[in-house]
């Protein structure tokens, strides 16, 4: 893991340097940067029994946060234990890192990106990518609102990983010592082994001590003989789909034959079954067994409509 003070391959030492990452002008990126929480359009998005505010950056902004999340961010080395935003990590590898373990912990960060102030992405811009004062205050100001860490920007999953590394790094050497596997999606923490479960407490403490909490609601403790999950997956023997979410696709389908041949809808329904046979390829190949006969069904149908017309 690279240093925590400097990154050798960022080190934005120059206003040249960052004109030359972002595609614009010093003044150009001062303006943006003064005025940024003008470029914001917050909506309301519902997930699960929940309603999320997403920040929803747009225009000259959420173009220069791509370029701030593409030039300066992604090339950030992260621990292979922090996997949430990073190029060529994924949910199934989360869930691979805990498959087969006799019990796995679920730990949930409770409004993770809120709580990850100004001041600490300033901090993370100077000690981790090696920023002057100047460009980390700037960087700061495309990249937060209203004094925290936005909630839909480019920049937002990484940049919480960054100002998350000293607080994953205590975490795990904790579970190292006990022998247990850490691992960190974002808000999400995954533990397992044979006793992690003891370490929760000492880990909420760790967790409290960076100014986060964890949703007690949420906190779960999996056994090997019960339903193990982490971010979506099933993972007792190898990354799976659960049921609930294929029987899901599967009604979608259904739902789909008898409206008609709807194309958006068809397509939103491909995405899910590509996702499905992409965790698990036997999973994946019963919808699309599935998917196939609704589509016969449709056309079988359609024909026999315009014979009788």
Not at 84 to 97: D, H, Q, T
């Amino acid at each position: 893991m690279k240093s925590l003070n400097q990154d050798d391959n960022v080190k934005l030492r120059s206003m040249r340097r960052l004109e030359s990452l972002l595609g614009r002008s010093r003044k150009d990126i001062k303006r943006i940067a003064e005025n940024s929480g003008r470029y914001y359009r917050p909506f309301p998005k519902r997930q699960g029994d929940k309603v999320r505010t997403i920040d929803n950056p747009t225009g000259e902004l959420k173009q220069i946060q791509k370029r701030i999340q593409e030039r300066i961010l992604t090339d950030f080395e992260l621990p292979e234990s922090m996997l949430g935003g990073v190029k060529g990590r994924s949910i199934k590898l989360n869930a691979k890192l805990h498959c087969g373990a006799p019990t796995v912990v679920h730990l949930d960060l409770v409004k993770c990106f809120p709580r990850i102030s100004n001041k600490v992405v300033y901090k993370a811009f100077v000690e981790h990518l090696g920023c002057t004062p100047r460009i980390a205050g700037l960087l700061t100001q495309l990249t937060t609102y209203r004094r925290r860490l936005p909630q839909g920007s480019p920049a937002s999953t990484m940049l919480a990983n960054i100002c998350l590394l000293r607080m994953h790094n205590e975490l795990r050497d904790v579970a190292q010592t006990n022998g247990s596997m850490l691992s960190f999606f974002v808000d999400d923490i995954g533990l397992s082994g044979n006793r992690p479960e003891v370490l929760i407490e000492q880990m909420i403490g760790i967790v409290r001590n960076h100014g986060h909490s964890v949703s007690h609601r949420k906190r779960k403790i999996m056994r090997s003989h019960e339903p193990q999950t982490l971010t979506g997956l099933s993972l007792n023997r190898r990354p799976l789909v659960p049921r609930t979410r294929r029987a899901q696709v599967r009604k979608q389908i259904y739902h789909w034959a008898s409206q008609g041949n709807c194309t958006d809808e068809l397509q939103r329904i491909r995405g899910a079954v590509n996702f499905v046979r992409w965790v698990s390829e036997h999973q994946g190949e019963a919808l699309e067994r599935t998917l196939s006969r609704a589509q016969s069904s449709t056309s079988a149908e359609s024909d026999r409509s315009r014979q009788g017309c």
